[in-house]
């Protein structure tokens, strides 16, 4: 398994939560990571990227509520995820590839982790 995403779970609105993905070394030495969710019903979308570097990029739709961020020496990367809405519940994927936000950019993807925000 290269990427291997985990976190997610249930939680009230106004909430946190944090995933994390751990990918093997040579996808995340040589790639940018991404962050997608999908709905039931709906597309694939892009939530957050970071390059190798540490360049960072956002959707609107989070932005100044997610974070992303990745630990090197871990090879992980991880999605802070702040003050939670119900329309944030989705499966939520973590990605190896050229740090876009488009989900054909992508070419590694991990199994996915569900996220659902309820009261």
């Known amino acids: 398994v290269q990427l291997q995403a985990s976190g997610g779970g249930l939680v009230q609105p106004g909430g946190s939560l944090r995933l994390s993905c751990v990918a093997s070394?040579?996808?995340?030495?040589?790639?940018?990571m991404g962050w997608f969710r999908q709905a039931p019903g709906k597309e694939r979308e892009f939530v957050a990227a970071i390059a190798a570097l540490g360049g960072t990029i956002y959707s609107d739709s989070v932005k100044s509520r997610f974070y992303i961020s990745r630990d090197n020496a871990k090879s992980t990367v991880y999605l802070q995820m702040n003050r939670l809405k119900p329309e944030d519940s989705a499966v939520y994927y973590c990605a190896a590839g050229d740090r876009s936000s488009r989900v054909d950019g992508y070419r590694y993807w991990g199994q996915g982790t569900q996220v659902t925000v309820s009261s």
């Open positions: 070394r040579h996808l995340f030495n040589n790639y940018g």
